[in-house]
T-cell receptor, first 110, second 117 residues
């Protein structure tokens, strides 16, 4: 089993749609979780951290399910500018290191 | 968040040569990391750059191929030695943004796009 697994997509959705991505992780001791966004030919940028209680930032909602070892990202009212690759990132327990998923590609269509 | 710059932003090199990539941060940071992102792939950690000591390399990466320097808390270099076309990739430095403990977010430099002919 991969340490961090994501559906590579692409997810093609119309503007205004709601889309959700899941990411599973294998190490139950992981404590820190993040979603990063990466535009084509650019560096990854932090989108949001994922907290145990779930958190929301505008149109974006992140949730953590420890029992099933997955995190999710929900995007409401999709915009064309949301088109990007979304990377799931999980810490390696006991270290400063992070493990990156392969990313989920999102295309928002006009 | 930290502001991170990398030089060069891109380069095209001949096989057998070496390239040194610089990473500069606008504030002092304890943890700096070097990643590689091959075309269509996600990020793979090469090594953790430690100030005042040797870098810590991940499985599959060795110091002879990827020597790293970390002379102070704001700067690091990664050298890609004796390059081959398989080294064509984007090389990214990142910093741990936290002031204490584990589990902090990382911020990335803009990357160096390397093509080896």
């Amino acid at each position: 089993r991969k340490e961090v697994e994501q559906d590579p997509g692409p997810f093609n959705v119309p503007e205004g749609a709601t889309v959700a991505f899941n990411c599973t992780y294998s190490n139950s001791a992981s404590q820190s979780f993040f979603w990063y966004r990466q535009d084509c030919r650019k560096e990854p940028k932090l989108l949001m951290s994922v907290y145990s209680s779930g958190n929301e930032d505008g149109r974006f909602t992140a949730q953590l399910n420890r029992a099933s070892q997955y995190i999710s990202l929900l995007i409401r009212d999709s915009k064309l500018s949301d088109s990007a690759t979304y990377l799931c990132v999980v810490n390696k327990p006991g270290t400063y290191k992070y493990i990156f998923g392969t990313g989920t590609r999102l295309k928002v269509l006009a | 968040s930290a502001v991170i710059s990398q030089k060069p932003s891109r380069d095209i090199c001949q096989r057998g040569t070496s390239l040194t990539i610089q990473c500069q941060v606008d504030s002092q940071v304890t943890m700096m990391f070097w990643y590689r992102q091959q075309p269509g792939q996600s990020l793979t950690l090469i090594a953790t750059a430690n100030q005042g000591s040797e870098a810590t390399y991940e499985s599959g990466f060795v110091i002879d191929k990827f020597p790293i320097s970390r002379p102070n808390l704001t700067f690091s270099t990664l050298t890609v030695s004796n390059m081959s076309p398989e080294d064509s990739s984007i090389y990214l430095c990142s910093v741990d943004a936290g002031t204490s403990g584990l589990g902090n977010e990382q911020f990335f430099g803009p990357g160096t796009r390397l093509t080896v002919l």
